[in-house]
């Protein structure tokens, strides 16, 4: 029988798990697996379950947001062998299941967890020490992820980020950059600057089809924004990016394999939605269709 690892981050969300477990489980069962359930208390725990079970698993499925997937991936990724990886979403905004077409249904996630196929996804590395699965991220709202309080996320949802980030639109802080990309090199003032592998960053910013994302491609999208002079500005910033427009005076799209910021200053970062610490300089390097993702089959 295929030995799955089923790895719950009790904290994430509504801790929905807990109604949907037994479905879970049946789930696996009906596919032919035969499951271990592995528990995550803190921070770090979830990179170092998946690092030591990989070798010993035919499939290894987390439970939880965004950042429980980025974890499980970081810790497959300092192994050889990596299993496949199946994703439940239970966190709050679940950017990536979003990009990945899953099931914010526990059962019908879990059906395709054992039922799926599979998608080689790229994973970024961050100046060649952590790994980060959809995005990596300076600036205006990224703080938000990290510095919401969890109890204000699961009632809010994604308006917690977005009545948090309106709080801080007064004091929105412009940092001199140096962005150096495949294709070239550019310099300016930027609020914002995005590496992304995803088509939702945030439950805000939305990347559509055609913009022609794709996560197996060996290429980000970096999203920049630039400085606005004036409150009519901003505002017409928030108007291209609900309307998708990333080619604009203020709001740009590029393609990059790596991609290299150079600050004045230490700057804060996020990756995956979690304290990316603060840098100078930082390199974000694309490993193509490192991991083996398993997805719905219609998507």
Partial sequence: MKKLLLLVNPHAGKGGFRAGMGDILLAFHKAGFSTTVAFTDKRGDAPRIAAEAAGEYDRIVCVGGDGTLGETVSGLMQVEHRPALGYIPMGTTNDCA????????????????????????????????????YVAAFGAFTEVSYETPQEQKLVLGRMAYILDGMRRLPNLTHRWTKVEYDNGMLEDDFIFGAVTNSRSVAGVIHLNEDSGVSLSDGLFEVLLIRTPESMLQLGAIVTDILAKNFDSDYVMLLRSKNVRFTFRDPVSWTADGEDGGKHIQVLCENIPRAIDMIVNPYD
């Fill in 98 to 133: 979003v990009t990945l077409g899953l099931s914010h249904d526990p059962e019908k996630a879990a059906y395709t967890a054992a039922n799926g196929v599979v998608l080689p996804m790229d994973v970024g590395r961050l100046n060649g020490r952590s790994f980060f699965t």
